[in-house]
């Protein structure tokens, strides 16, 4: 398929999307578009002009198939199963279906149940953080069922539409605090079981050999644990623009996953292509392969296979082809998962951003550091624009305080990897802990001395989307020429 008809239909689906999930046309328009669509083909006096007819023919097609795909997801919801009990206290049986998420004074886990009313659906419940929970346990609740709220607006920022976020999720109820008896355990997949099992072993083996806040921040960088940092050392981490490795995020793994195709450039081409994506495969599986690092791996693999084989245009092609897959496969990802958009976004500066702006780095004499500097500076443009919209700040020394930071966490992951599958060997155990506590309290000092810094960062930014649209729109422009040269040179 010729290019402007594959990123016309593909662009065309996701604009479909975004403009029923934002004012609910409904089926009527999908069927609208998809009968014009059909008219533009068949149409005698614009059959000549072939080419034309068709790439337009696709584009009303593809918003014809978003907005029918959002419909259709909207009707496959159980988003009022328990409406007539909401403020009621209720009592459910269900089971853990996801990795329940502890943080350091509760925990939060997510119930599906199909006992109430005979249809299966979700609710977020939070509970304390002992006795332990673990994914697949069934269980029985008792509680008060309630709807989530969104949180209002402060400063200047958007308010955060929490029901929608949890949503996409398939999520809409809650419980605080409800009476939980651990019915039984093991009713999950046995795959998923054992991998949650592996991951809570290495976490429990970094805690027993490296102390904390360091330990905390390894097993965030490395496994994507959500265990608190504590909120005043969070906060420097967002002040200093370190945030995103703190928990690990599509944002991460996208500069990971680069950093790692530089790294094996040495080897023969099979063994780099093979390297490079079994590393990248098992660090997902380490961490958990739930669905954000899934997600941000699919484009990291893009990434890694489409600049070995020297093929950046199709890189962008096949990106473009893996967003358009996810988001029809769950709809509300577009506009409802922030880690969606920092992955794809990252992803994208990598694929079209940085082979235009590395000669300006030629200065550099070091490849490894280059490619560390010339990726991070790609990526924190591309999302920086998505930063300011959500979170209303940014961080006036990120790009300096990366620099500095960036190049030591690979090496630290590796480390903290090492450490938790080789904690029990006495010696080996000792110094590899000792390495990795130094490294990551390189991090976290770096992290407090730039907090330091007056006016690390500012705060209480609006930012519309309006400007957003506009700021990739400029984006796109200032890459769409440069990287179209690209292209042909590689044909």
Sequence with gaps: MRPNYFFGFIISFIVGVALESI????????????????????TPRVVSQSKSVLIV??????VALGIYRVDVSKTNTSASALDAVVGEVL???GMIVGEPDVREEYTNVVIETKSVYKEKTRILVRTQAFPELKYGDLVSVVGNVTVPKNFPS?????????QSYLAKDGIFYQMYFPKVAVVSHGNGNVILEKL?????????????????????????????AKQSLGEDLIQKFRETGIAHIVVLSGYNIAVVASIISRLVMFMPFSIRLIMSALGIILFAVMVGGGATVVRATLMALVV?????????????????????????????ILLHDVSFQLSFSATLAIVIFVPIIEKYFSFISNRIFREIVVTTFATQIFVLPLILYHMGSVSLIGFISNIFILPVVPIAMMLVALVAIFSWVPLVGSLLSFVAYALLSYI????????????????GIHYSFSMLVLAYGILMIVCKKSFLKTSSVDK
């Design 154 to 162: 402060d400063d200047n920022m958007r308010a955060f539409d929490y």
């Design 23 to 42: 004012l609910d046309f409904g089926y009527l328009f999908a069927i609208l578009f998809a009968l014009l669509s059909l008219f533009v083909l068949l």
């Design 304 to 332: 890694i296979m489409a600049r070995m084989l020297g093929r950046e245009g199709d890189a962008l092609r096949v990106l473009a082809l893996a967003g358009g897959i996810m988001i029809f496969a769950n709809p509300m």
């Design 444 to 459: 976290i000092t770096l992290v407090e001395f730039f907090a330091l810094m007056p006016f690390a960062s500012l705060h």
């Design 196 to 224: 949650f099992a592996f991951k809570s072993w290495l976490i429990k083996n970094i805690s027993q050999r490296i102390p904390e806040p360091e330990a905390a921040l390894a097993n965030g960088i490395t496994l994507g």
């Design 57 to 62: 023919s696709l584009i009303l097609f593809g």
């Design 91 to 93: 009592k459910v049986d």
